[in-house]
């Protein structure tokens, strides 16, 4: 019968590491939201580590346009659930890894009950609503959290709200980025990436997760790692605690699908937000309020009877459309439409 810990020989070889490391990978949970770019080498190196248990959390299905960088996917799986996908072939990597997919959006309302099973989460988004969400949800548990992100050809990773010695918490999102839900940099699909750089971020974010767990004292809270695969230069910059202080969760933006409309057109009050530019040269119909204009028809949002779609390119500015109505008018029913509008405009 052949030795199981045969599989992890090269790094149970590592000074320090040993028999007594590779248990507590063993036994260690680890959580991946977002298995886009990020997510899949994150996973695979997790699991081929030997993390005991992996959730992987989606409700995304897999497009040609993410095969460059999310290389779990092939061209058979297009169309199909990338959780259902990455948990066969992450299975058929390491059998003796238990995989738990999650085919469902991360949302205000589940996920504290999400995360409460696991012992660190590791965020592969791309976009500032769920960091901030998975953000607010690890420092009310007490959970750390494994941040990266990619645009271009610049990557950056940390580890936030990571218990110290002292009995405080390491900074957390907020502290490095307090409005980040107002942020509007463009997503890959737009602003482009480079695919070797999401592979070289999600290693790293791996990278943090098994160091948390078998070496502590080297891992990357209260830093931020910082490069650019043009230059090839990086660099890591110290992060201080603000006095920011979060005390619920922010309410997750609702959203529709473009097939859900279709179904029920009739049933909404369609805005356009984006500007009257774009809104001429494409629209799916509505009328064409801009998002930096909407304080200036509150009148006729409030007169709305019916439930109010708002619709941008790529969904985020319809996002931020959403959180400003509800701000102003918290009981209108208001939905932003999935990820826009950009599929049907570069048909």
Known sequence: MSNPLERYHCQMALPGFGTSSQELLKNAKVLIVGMGGLGCPSAQYLASSGIGTIGIADDDTISESNLHRQILYALEDIGKSKVDVAAKKLQQQNPSVKIIPFNFRVTSANVMDLISEFDLIIEGTDNFETKCLLNDACVLTGKPLVYGAIYQY???????????????????????????????????????????????????????????????????AGKLWMMNVLNGKTQIIKLRKTSVQITGLPQTVETITFEQLMQKKDHFEIIDVRTPQEHEQFNIGGINFPVEELQNHSDYISDCDRPILVYCLSGKRSAEAVRKIKN?????????LKDGIQKLHYK
């Open 328 to 336: 102003i008018f918290p009981e209108k029913k208001v939905f932003s």
């Open 154 to 220: 610049e990557g950056q990773v940390s580890i936030w709200n990571v218990l110290q010695k002292d009995g405080t918490y390491s900074p957390n999102y907020r502290d490095v980025f307090p409005n980040a839900e107002e942020s509007q940099v463009p997503n890959c699909r737009e602003g482009g990436v480079l695919p070797t750089l999401a592979g070289i971020v999600g290693c790293m974010q791996a990278n943090e997760a098994i160091k948390y767990f078998t070496n502590p004292e080297d891992s990357l």
